[in-house]
């Protein structure tokens, strides 16, 4: 038997499944008592209830969207999120709507039981999907088919502030700086803030063009290209010796099999 079928659920996640039981306890017994309310005033009229001290939404969707907001909350408890690129950010809230699985003890241990053996082949797919727009090379060069220099031109990344000065496009140039931070500071062992990396880029673009910290220096130009440089060439080499790997078992050079 795998030791990851013997799963023990942290603390935090044991606190998260009480509370949603007692949290639609409450809220049972709040439809309960509304529903006593309103029997009450039925003798004297109909409608005679406040629309305020009525539930709008029925059982079910209270609890969907209750478990919806755990699962999310899970994920940041536990770090998983820390490994999921935007493609398995996608996936992940695509299985939430319009019915997400009921948040317990079985449910969540199934997913991360699940979510443990699979980590590495997530994150490695991860680093191939946020990088494999980089480079041009990796098409044609037979001997090492992919693998990302210390300096990159990213296209379509930035665009006039409406403050003043330049900024990163919110959308997909966004998601894919965010990717590229969570892997650099993932694979040095560093927490991973989302956003942070864009948001300290858009402070310095307001006036300088020039962005640099311990990993990046990044310099923003009006025709939309982002130049960035990876300063950290221990982390870059990880990440191609995780692109490597990834090509190793059974990827093709233009991506098909991610």
């Known amino acids: 038997m795998s030791i990851f079928t013997q799963l023990a659920l942290p603390t935090t996640l044991q606190d998260l499944l009480r509370a949603r039981e007692e949290a639609l306890r409450l809220i049972a017994d709040a439809r309960r008592l509304t529903e006593m309310a309103s029997s009450v005033l039925e003798p004297f009229g109909r409608y005679l209830l406040p629309r305020g ?10 609890r969907h969207e209750l478990d919806s907001g755990l699962w999310r909350r899970a994920f940041d408890l536990t770090g ?11 996936e992940f809230e695509k299985g939430l709507s319009p019915k ?3 948040f317990t003890e079985e449910n969540i241990r199934a997913t991360f039981i699940d979510l443990r053996l699979k980590a590495s082949d997530m994150f490695r797919r991860g680093i191939f999907n946020v990088f494999r727009y980089l480079s041009d090379d990796y098409r044609t060069n037979a001997s090492e088919p992919f693998r990302i220099g210390r300096k990159v031109v990213m296209s379509g990344m930035v665009s ?10 919110y959308d997909r140039a966004a998601d894919q700086l965010n990717d590229i931070d969570r892997v650099f500071l993932t694979l040095d062992k560093q927490p991973f803030q989302p956003r942070a ?16 910290n311990a990993y990046y220096r990044a310099r923003a130009f009006k025709n939309g290209n982002l130049h960035l440089e990876f300063k950290r060439l221990d982390l870059l080499e990880k990440v191609n010796e995780q692109i490597a790997e990834f090509y190793a078992d059974g990827a093709l050079p233009d991506g098909r099999n991610a």
Request: hydrophobic share 45%; proline share 8%.
């Open 53 to 62: 001290a009525q539930l709008p939404e029925d059982e079910p969707d209270v």
């Open 80 to 90: 998983f999120k820390q490994l999921m690129d935007a493609q398995a950010v996608s």
């Open 100 to 102: 997400p699985p009921a």
């Open 160 to 169: 006039s502030s409406f403050k003043r000065g330049l900024c990163i496009w």
């Open 197 to 212: 990396l864009e948001s300290s880029m858009n402070a310095a673009f307001e006036g300088l063009e020039v962005f640099e």
